[in-house]
C-alpha cells in the first residue's frame, strides 16, 4: 500500500447525510495520505436536509475510529479552503459518468485558483456506485429500510430526522 508521506488531502462534500460510499472513499483516501481532512461545504445552491453542525457531528461519529482524518467544515470557496489548509491534494470520488463533467470543471477551476492542489479521483467500489444522499433520503423519508446506505453508528439518528421515528 502506498502511503504519501507528509501530505495533507482534503475531501470536500455536502455529506447529507454521509453514506458509505462517503466512507469507503475516506478509509481509502486515509490510507493514501498522512493527512485527511473531510469538510462539509456549505453550498449556497443546494438546500441540505441536515444542519452543517448534524453533518458535521455524524461524519464525526463515522470516522471515530480511523486516527489520521478530521473533520471540518467551511463557507466559501473551496480553492480558498485548500489555500487555508496548504491542502496538497483535493479528494473527490467518482461514480458514473453523470459525475464527470462537473467534477472535470470543478477540478480545472480549483488548479487555477489554487494551482498548489491536485484534485485526485478515486473511483467508486462497485457496490457502492449507486448510492447518493439523494437516495438515501428519499427512501429514509418515506420510511425504506437504509441499513446498509449510511454507516451503521448513525442509522438510527438519521431515520429518526428523516421520518421522525426511533429505530
Ligand atoms: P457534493 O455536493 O460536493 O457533490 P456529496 O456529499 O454529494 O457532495 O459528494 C461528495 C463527494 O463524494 C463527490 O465527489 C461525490 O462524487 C462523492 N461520492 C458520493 N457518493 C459516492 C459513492 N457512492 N461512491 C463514491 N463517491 C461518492
Same mark, same amino acid.
Given at each position: 500500500m502506498i502511503c504519501l508521506k507528509n501530505t495533507t488531502a482534503?475531501?470536500?462534500? %455536502?455529506?447529507?447525510?454521509?453514506?458509505v460510499g462517503h466512507l469507503?472513499?475516506?478509509?481509502? *483516501?486515509? %490510507?493514501?495520505?498522512?493527512?485527511?481532512?473531510?469538510?462539509? $461545504?456549505?453550498?449556497?445552491?443546494?438546500?441540505?436536509?441536515?444542519?452543517?453542525s448534524e453533518r458535521v457531528d455524524m461524519l464525526k461519529k463515522t470516522v471515530a475510529d480511523i486516527p489520521n482524518v478530521k473533520i471540518d467544515s467551511y463557507e466559501g470557496l473551496l480553492a480558498d479552503y *485548500?489555500?487555508?489548509?496548504?491542502?496538497?491534494?483535493?479528494?473527490?470520488?467518482?461514480?458514473?459518468?453523470?459525475?464527470?463533467?462537473y467534477?472535470?470543471?470543478?477540478?480545472?477551476?480549483?488548479?487555477?485558483?489554487y494551482p498548489d492542489t491536485e484534485t485526485l479521483?478515486?473511483?467508486? %467500489?462497485?457496490?457502492? $456506485?449507486?448510492? %447518493?444522499?439523494?437516495?438515501?433520503?428519499q427512501i429514509g423519508s418515506m420510511g425504506g429500510n437504509i441499513r446498509g446506505f449510511v454507516p451503521d453508528v448513525i442509522h438510527d439518528f438519521i431515520i429518526k430526522r428523516l421520518y421522525g421515528k426511533d429505530e
Amino acid at each position: 500500500m502506498i502511503c504519501l508521506k507528509n501530505t495533507t488531502a482534503i475531501y470536500p462534500g %455536502s455529506f447529507d447525510p454521509v453514506t458509505v460510499g462517503h466512507l469507503d472513499i475516506i478509509r481509502r *483516501a486515509a %490510507s493514501l495520505f498522512d493527512n485527511l481532512i473531510v469538510v462539509v $461545504m456549505t453550498n449556497a445552491k443546494k438546500a441540505p436536509s441536515f444542519t452543517v453542525s448534524e453533518r458535521v457531528d455524524m461524519l464525526k461519529k463515522t470516522v471515530a475510529d480511523i486516527p489520521n482524518v478530521k473533520i471540518d467544515s467551511y463557507e466559501g470557496l473551496l480553492a480558498d479552503y *485548500a489555500k487555508k489548509t496548504k491542502a496538497d491534494v483535493i479528494i473527490r470520488g467518482l461514480r458514473a459518468v453523470s459525475d464527470f463533467e462537473y467534477e472535470f470543471q470543478m477540478a480545472l477551476t480549483n488548479k487555477k485558483l489554487y494551482p498548489d492542489t491536485e484534485t485526485l479521483f478515486l473511483t467508486t %467500489s462497485a457496490e457502492n $456506485m449507486y448510492l %447518493s444522499s439523494s437516495i438515501v433520503k428519499q427512501i429514509g423519508s418515506m420510511g425504506g429500510n437504509i441499513r446498509g446506505f449510511v454507516p451503521d453508528v448513525i442509522h438510527d439518528f438519521i431515520i429518526k430526522r428523516l421520518y421522525g421515528k426511533d429505530e
